[in-house]
């Protein structure tokens, strides 16, 4: 008969292994699902780079957003937008080019993360 202890050694190195393996999945993976903050920031950018939707949802993207370099190219993008509305300074349109820069850069984040404009 086999000594219990071996059994269970060889129990939790497969239980291991599968536990890396699954973890190595999801890290290679990246958060490509439809229902990550990345594919959300970036399906609430898409419609308004394109002129067809609202400003409204590019204005709360960036809170949804997960990696660091999306979250603050849509946060300037939002600031943008925001005081334009408002324009802070008197001067709406470097209020409109500053959101435009910054919208150039999501639209990298967005593609370079696996969320292309799905409209192109």
Excluded: H
């Amino acid at each position: 008969m086999r000594n219990p202890r071996r059994v269970v050694n060889i129990a939790l190195i497969v239980v291991a292994i599968i536990v890396v393996g699954a973890a190595v999945i999801a890290a290679r993976s990246g958060g490509r699902s439809t229902r990550s903050g990345n594919a959300q920031a970036c399906s609430a950018f898409w419609p308004w780079d394109d002129g067809t939707g609202g400003s409204a949802p590019v204005l709360r993207a960036y809170q949804q957003a997960t990696t660091q370099p999306l979250t603050a190219d849509l946060y300037n993008v939002s600031v943008g937008l925001r005081d334009q509305g408002k324009g802070l300074g008197g001067d709406k349109q470097a209020n409109a080019a500053f959101a435009q820069q910054y919208a150039t850069k999501v639209e990298a984040d967005c593609t370079r993360a696996g969320y292309p404009d799905p409209a192109t």
